[in-house]
């Protein structure tokens, strides 16, 4: 096997400026699954992924998921599924990931277009998606292409699953996959997705899990239409002045959940578990370089990994109809929508942790006596995840790393969600790995989003590396 995964490296080097050139492709496609008005760019994110995959000769589906729930104006965008390669012989290896970004406006404060992929003296490749998802999902689609160009045969059977709404809950995608699991994904013997980061700039991990992720509105209204403040304040009940009070009862400035009843579903910390935490390559100084301050809750590095990966979190992010513009105009807004969401952690159930929020948000109304009105509902909600790391998948994992990387990798959890990683785990009775390309300072969702070159190069070579390890590795399912 060496020699073959070095012809495979090699030609992933002389491909790189190609590879770079598909990312800029990919990146200039604003496919934002939050905007109604770029739904079209989604689909065409989806057809650009199955034209390349056409042309390095799989055999590709576009599926339609029909219309978006509450949305029915607007079709869910497909799921692009892929085969690369039939024998018998081999492994199949399904792999997920997604080709929708997050919304991104210059005047966020980027420093470049952020759908112009703009390469600095550094190598570090900026632009909405570079790192999550397109240059991971891309790097399945280079490790094709260099195994070809390289006259390598291609280890396995490799089933692919891009989706078009993940950084939307991955609306109608746990239908489809459990569906298919004994159809299009029957084969599969293990699961990898390439969606997360390193926990630092220079060690590689290996994720097993993840936090689930339920988001909620709450709705207030009151007056037929927004009003002059000098006019009306004084003399009616304030929809946003309700919401402030509203929201500002769910979490506290140290970061604790205040709804009553949450923290008592959360599983207990186990001395097993808590002597995991020390031996993993991450610093305070990591934290504060990803966060660009020093504004962390906790002062050691083991209570702040707790607080990402193993306790709830609840953040709020916005208000839908709030006066949000520069300047200082005096209006009295007439309907106001706050969002917010709790990332879950086991033994969280997702129903009840709704009626959990429901009864206090309900309460907490209430208690203001206002003649407005309230709703407050879910707007989606995916489930935690937690695997073993001692499978086959895992351990093949950690040789590609260790032969990419020369180190071995981190076994990591992550704060963030992918919501089907669960569904994946559940529909096909595989094992899960999270296999990541990009690195902690890459600002997934921020502003200037990157992904360095030496990150997504490498990381081509992973990819490879590890089918070709997972198609060795002596079977043990734990
Ligand atoms: N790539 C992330 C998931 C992730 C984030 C993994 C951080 C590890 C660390 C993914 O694209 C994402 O952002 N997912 C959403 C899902 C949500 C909408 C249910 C998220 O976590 O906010
Ligand atoms: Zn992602």
New binding site residues.
Partial sequence: MAPQLDSYFKQVDTLAESFIDRLRKAVAIPSISAADEHRPDVVKMGEFLASELRNLGAHVELRPLGKQPHKEHLELPPVVVARYGEDPKKRTILVYG?YDVQPALKEDGWATEPFTLSVDDKGRMYGRGST??KGPVLGWLNAIEAHQKAGVDFPVNLLMCFEGM????SEGLDDFINEEAKKFFKDADAVCIS???WLGTEKPCLTYG?RG?S?YSIEISGPGQDLHSGVFGGTAHEPMTDLVRVMGTLVDTAGNILIPGINDLVAPMTDDEKSLYGGIAFTMDNLYESLGSKTGLFADKERTLMGRWRYPSLSIHGVEGAFSAPGAKTVIPAKVVGKFSIRTVPDMEIEDVDKLVYDHVNKAFAALGSKNNMKVWLQ?A?KWWVASPKHWNFTAAGKAVERVWGVKPDLTR??????VTLTFEQATGKNVLLLPMGSSTDA??SINEKLDKRNYIEGIKLLGAYLHYVAEEPTNEA
Wanted: with cysteine.
């Fill in positions: 997604h999550d998802d993940e950084e939307y809950g969606d997360n980061y993840l992720c988001y989606h995916g992550e704060g963030g969600s992918i919501p997934a969702h």
